[in-house]
C-alpha cells in the first residue's frame, strides 16, 4: 500500500525554524522525485521544493530560497524539508508529493502555523 506520511509540522514563532519529513512506503522511492507544496487558506496548492531521485538537484520557489532545504534520504525512504527563517505567510498545510513520468502519489499534510 502506497504511503506518504508527512511529519514535522506546527506553531513556531517568526523567525523560528521547523524540519518536516515525509516518510515513504509501498512504492519504489529512489526512482520517484519528490516535492514539497503548501497550501494556505483559500489559495492554491504550490510547488515550494523539488529533489531528483539522486538527490544531486533541487528546485526552490523563489520565495522560500536561501530559508528551506529539501534532501532525501534513498534509504529511509524519507524527504526532508529543513525551514529557517520562517515568516507568517509561510503559514499553511505542507505536502509530500512523489512523482515518476505521470504518476504522482501525496500524503495527507502537515499544518505548518508561523505566528508571534
Known amino acids: 500500500q502506497v504511503q506518504l506520511v508527512e511529519s514535522g509540522g506546527g506553531l513556531v514563532q517568526p523567525g523560528g525554524s521547523l524540519r518536516l519529513a515525509c516518510a515513504a512506503s509501498?512504492?519504489?522511492?529512489?526512482?520517484?522525485?519528490m516535492s514539497w507544496y503548501r497550501q494556505a487558506p483559500g489559495k492554491e496548492r504550490d510547488l515550494v521544493a523539488t529533489?531528483?531521485?539522486?538527490?544531486?538537484?533541487?528546485y526552490y520557489a523563489e520565495s522560500v530560497k536561501g530559508r528551506f532545504t529539501i534532501s532525501r534520504d534513498n534509504a529511509r525512504t524519507t524527504v526532508y524539508l529543513e525551514m529557517n527563517s520562517l515568516k507568517p505567510e509561510d503559514t499553511a498545510v505542507y505536502y509530500c508529493?512523489?512523482?515518476?513520468?505521470?504518476?504522482?502519489?501525496w500524503g495527507r499534510g502537515t499544518q505548518v502555523t508561523v505566528s508571534s
Open positions: 508529493n512523489a512523482r515518476f513520468i505521470n504518476i504522482d502519489k
Open positions: 509501498g512504492f519504489p522511492f529512489s526512482n520517484y522525485a
Open positions: 529533489i531528483t531521485t539522486s538527490g544531486d538537484n533541487t
